[in-house]
């Protein structure tokens, strides 16, 4: 691990290669799983101020799953806030548009611009952060559906924080990013 301010990136972060293909995987990250995904207790607020344009975007299941019981729910096994499922295990969020899986707050926020993406859990995908005391531990989440992802971004050489970067850099920020770039430098050239 190399300590960038209060984070602990793993070596994997900084050495695997990653680049979405979505393409080749239609999106699927966004219904697999066991629950919705995490999202922290600010972006509720966001969420609630846009979404009038985000139920523009969602499909009828989402709709009626997000006025039956809301968007956002604790699961139940690690008390963490997640989004809330359709019926059938799909984020509330989730809609198809030629074939591909889309979240509805991107595509609302890329029409609307209200400067959210989607939570940041998806977006720092797949970069997975944990909380522990003062530090946040940063680790590569591997998964065999992002295979061709991981095929795509060897042949186009982009590691997994290059990847991510637009998302470190909204959760940590540029200048974090920048400490990041010179600390994986330094580690490499050690190597």
Same mark, same amino acid.
């Given at each position: 691990?190399?300590?960038?301010?209060?984070?602990?990136?793993?070596?994997?972060?900084?050495?695997?290669?990653?680049?979405?293909?979505?393409?080749?995987?239609?999106?699927?990250?966004?219904?697999?799983?066991?629950?919705?995904?995490?999202?922290?207790?600010?972006?509720?607020?966001?969420?609630?101020?846009?979404?009038?344009?985000?139920?523009?975007?969602?499909?009828?299941?989402?709709?009626?799953?997000?006025?039956?019981?809301?968007?956002?729910?604790?699961?139940?096994?690690?008390?963490?806030?997640?989004?809330?499922?359709?019926?059938?295990?799909? &984020?509330?969020?989730?809609?198809? #548009?030629?074939? %591909?899986? /889309?979240?509805?707050?991107?595509?609302?926020? +890329? =029409?609307?611009?209200?400067?959210?993406?989607?939570?940041?859990?998806?977006?720092?995908?797949?970069?997975?952060?944990?909380?522990?005391?003062?530090?946040?531990?940063?680790?590569?989440?591997?998964?065999?559906? &992002?295979?061709?992802?991981?095929? #795509?971004?060897? %042949?186009? /050489?982009?590691?997994?924080?290059?990847?991510? +970067? =637009?998302?470190?850099?909204?959760?940590?920020?540029?200048?974090?990013?920048?400490?990041?770039?010179?600390?994986?430098?330094?580690?490499?050239?050690?190597?």
């Amino acid at each position: 691990m190399i300590k960038v301010g209060d984070c602990l990136v793993s070596e994997d972060v900084i050495e695997k290669s990653f680049a979405c293909n979505v393409q080749a995987c239609k999106g699927v990250c966004c219904i697999e799983g066991d629950a919705g995904a995490p999202i922290e207790p600010s972006e509720i607020e966001t969420i609630h101020q846009n979404i009038n344009q985000i139920k523009e975007e969602m499909d009828e299941d989402g709709l009626k799953t997000l006025h039956s019981i809301g968007f956002s729910e604790k699961d139940p096994f690690d008390q963490m806030l997640v989004t809330t499922c359709k019926p059938n295990k799909e &984020c509330v969020f989730v809609v198809r #548009k030629n074939g %591909i899986l /889309n979240c509805a707050i991107e595509l609302a926020n +890329q =029409k609307n611009d209200f400067n959210f993406q989607k939570p940041i859990s998806c977006h720092l995908y797949p970069v997975r952060v944990d909380k522990y005391n003062e530090f946040y531990a940063l680790n590569y989440h591997r998964w065999s559906i &992002c295979a061709d992802a991981c095929t #795509k971004g060897e %042949i186009e /050489n982009i590691k997994v924080y290059q990847f991510a +970067q =637009k998302a470190l850099e909204r959760k940590f920020g540029k200048e974090w990013y920048e400490d990041l770039e010179k600390s994986i430098k330094e580690y490499l050239n050690k190597k």
